[in-house]
């Protein structure tokens, strides 16, 4: 009763004033202040953004650091030395009609400033076979002190100006690649880490012009079951989006570089390319915005002939995107064997390369029927009982 009391003799008018006070409260218009942020290159990034997720294309992921790219070198015994990458590199961004299936090529920062063999730029063979230049802008990964054994991305320090140069050299999308791994938890710190790195970078690379690629890449190591992948994949992403949203990114402007739905390596129980396809779309209508243009799945280990087949039955149907590839061995393996190093089987090696990419161009329209495969291109599928 005492605060009943309190109430009505504080904060309401005397019955005198009631007719006083509502004739100066006269309803005034609400002002909600509240910031939009359209950057100078929205529409460019929406532009460049459906522009590569466009039919019948993906990328080629060609953006190995030095040390990665010398170890695929050592497989055909080759030196790591610019030569050696400058010469492969050049065998990839000229094969003649490339451009047909690859709408995007990621370069590593070399590459975006190198020049061919025969001194072309690097950025200028791509973009006459109609071939958007992309960049890797991480810094690679770090132990996450404080969590089970896992990684965290670095490269934000300076990311912006370093996102300037990039386009003025002719890049027009970034990628920046974390990991999450299943055996060690994954803990929450680690996916919040993973989540909050992948959001400031693309709102830096946005706003810098460049279109940025998310990939929470999860690893394929582990013996856990498909239900489990499936498990983290949606609290990975549905922790990104999240960021992404508190970082005002514009969902439009943006491509995303997930792994596919799979059992862990070791698993003794082996998916096919249909369940595949089952678990990873119903992870995408769960969690991606059809806001965003463009799937471009990373092939995570998988054999050539493998990410094909499961990027084709996930075309089986209508999506709210466009789903495709953004491969690296999946592309590359059969390529660099071909080549091995010598200039009479560049011609080869290109050939073995436009194979590649044709079959994955089919895959993304639904067309890919495995016919042609050669036995190099099959190593490394692992699902027992299923006919390809």
């Known amino acids: 009763m005492a605060s009943a009391a309190l109430l009505k003799s504080s904060f309401l008018p005397k019955r005198s004033e009631w007719h006083t006070t509502r004739k100066s409260s006269t309803p005034q218009p609400t002002v909600i202040a509240f910031s939009v942020r359209a950057g100078a290159y929205s529409d460019e990034l ?12 993906g990328i080629l992921a060609m953006d190995e650091s030095n040390a990665t790219c010398g170890k695929r070198l050592a497989t055909i015994g080759l030196e790591n030395t610019e030569a050696n990458r400058q010469a492969y590199r050049t065998l990839l961004v000229s094969a003649p009609g490339l451009g047909q299936y690859i709408s995007g090529a990621i370069l590593f920062e070399e590459t975006l400033y190198q020049s061919t063999t025969d001194g072309k730029k690097m950025v200028d063979v791509l973009t006459q076979q109609n071939i958007m230049p992309g960049i890797k802008v ?43 791994s299943i055996p060690n938890g994954p803990s929450a710190l680690a996916v919040k880490e993973a989540a909050w790195g992948l959001a400031r970078y693309a709102a830096i690379a946005q706003d810098n012009g460049l279109v940025p690629i998310v990939e929470p890449e999860i690893l394929l190591d582990g013996d856990h079951g498909i239900e489990r992948t499936f498990e983290v994949a949606q609290k990975v992403w549905a922790e990104v989006f999240f960021y992404l949203a508190e970082n005002n990114v514009m969902f439009e402007g943006i491509l995303l570089k997930p792994s596919m739905v799979t059992p862990g390596a070791e698993c003794p129980e082996k998916a096919t390319p249909k369940q595949v396809a089952e678990y990873t779309l119903k992870l995408l209508h769960r969690r991606i915005p059809p806001a965003v243009p463009g799937i471009m799945f990373l092939s995570g280990g998988q054999s050539e002939v493998e990410a094909t087949f499961n990027l084709n039955a996930m075309n089986q149907g ?41 079959a ?18 099959t190593k490394g599928m692992f699902v027992k009982g299923y006919t390809y």
């Open 46 to 57: 929406v532009k460049t953004a459906k522009s590569i997720a466009s039919p019948g294309r």
């Open 318 to 358: 209508p999506n709210p995107w466009h789903v495709s590839f953004s491969y690296a061995r999946a592309l590359q393996n059969t390529c660099l064997k071909t080549w091995g190093g010598r200039p009479e089987n560049v011609k080869a090696a290109q050939d073995a390369l436009l194979f590649r990419a044709k």
């Open 360 to 377: 994955n161009s089919l895959a993304q329209l639904g067309k890919y029927t495995g016919e042609g495969e050669s036995a190099e291109a």
């Open 138 to 180: 991480d810094k690679g990964l770090v132990p996450l002190t404080g969590s089970n054994d896992e990684s965290w991305c670095q490269g934000l320090d300076g990311l912006a100006s370093r996102c300037a140069a990039y386009y003025q050299q002719g890049a027009r999308f970034a990628k920046w690649r974390t990991v999450v």
